[in-house]
C-alpha cells in the first residue's frame, strides 16, 4: 500500500475523531440521556434546550495534565485530580407542564436506570421540586466512582453525570485529619491510619 495512501487514511481519520469529540461535548452520555428520556416520558413537554456540554476522560486527562505544571493549592489539586469526567444537560420545561405524580416519575426512572446496572440512592419529591441521584449497583473501588443526579425546580430540569477517582480527597482528608491530630496531641497508636484503593 503506497505511503500516500497510509498518510491520507490517517489524516482523514484523525479529522473524524476531532469531529465526534467536538459533537460529543455537546451530547449527554447514554447513561443520563437514558434518566433524562424516561423522567420527560412523563414529564413531556420540554420546550428546549438551555445548554448540554460534556468533559470526557480525554479532556479531564488534559486538565490533569496541564494542571500538574503549575503550583497550586493542595485542595485544589486535588479536586483537579478526582474528576474524571462530567457531563450536565439543563432544560426548560413548558411552564403549562403539570405536576406529574412523583411515583410514575420515579417507578419509570427506577425501571430505566435498573436496566443499565443502576440503582438510586436519593429520590426527594415536594411540589414541582424533585431530586433523584442514581449510582451503579457495583461499585467495587473509591477510584472509579460514578453517579447520575436529575434535579427538576419549577420549570427548570437539570440532569448531571460525572465520573471520578475519590481516592485523592479522601487522601487530602487523612492528612488534614492527621494534621489535626498531631496539633491537638491526641494522636495514638489507636487512631491508625487508612488505604484507600
Known amino acids: 500500500m503506497p505511503v500516500w495512501l497510509i498518510a491520507l487514511a490517517g489524516v ?21 440521556a437514558a434518566l433524562r428520556s424516561a423522567v420527560t416520558e412523563v414529564l413531556p413537554e420540554v420546550s428546549q434546550d438551555v445548554v448540554t456540554l460534556r468533559a470526557g476522560g480525554l479532556l479531564t486527562g488534559g486538565v490533569r495534565l496541564a494542571a500538574s505544571f503549575f503550583p497550586l493549592p493542595e485542595e485544589a489539586r486535588a479536586g483537579i485530580n478526582t474528576l ?15 405536576c406529574a405524580d412523583t411515583s410514575m416519575v420515579f417507578a419509570r426512572a427506577d425501571k430505566v436506570m435498573q436496566k ?3 440503582t438510586r440512592m436519593v429520590g426527594v419529591a415536594e ?20 453517579c447520575c443526579v436529575l ?8 440532569v448531571v453525570a460525572a465520573r471520578a477517582d475519590l ?18 496531641g491526641t494522636n495514638s497508636p489507636e487512631h491508625g491510619s ?4
Open 12 to 32: 482523514v481519520l484523525f479529522w473524524i475523531f476531532c469531529a465526534w469529540t467536538v459533537v460529543g461535548m455537546f451530547r449527554l452520555g447514554s447513561d443520563a
Open 84 to 98: 474524571h469526567g462530567a457531563e450536565v444537560g439543563v432544560y426548560k420545561l413548558s411552564p403549562t407542564t403539570q
Open 116 to 118: 443499565r446496572g443502576w
Open 127 to 146: 411540589s414541582k421540586n424533585l431530586v433523584m441521584i442514581y449510582v451503579p449497583r457495583k461499585m467495587s473501588s473509591a477510584r472509579r466512582v460514578k
Open 151 to 158: 434535579v427538576r425546580e419549577g420549570e427548570d430540569l437539570v
Open 167 to 184: 481516592v485523592p480527597l479522601l487522601e487530602l482528608g487523612q492528612k488534614h485529619w492527621e494534621r489535626e491530630l498531631n496539633r491537638t
Open 194 to 197: 487508612f488505604a484507600f484503593k
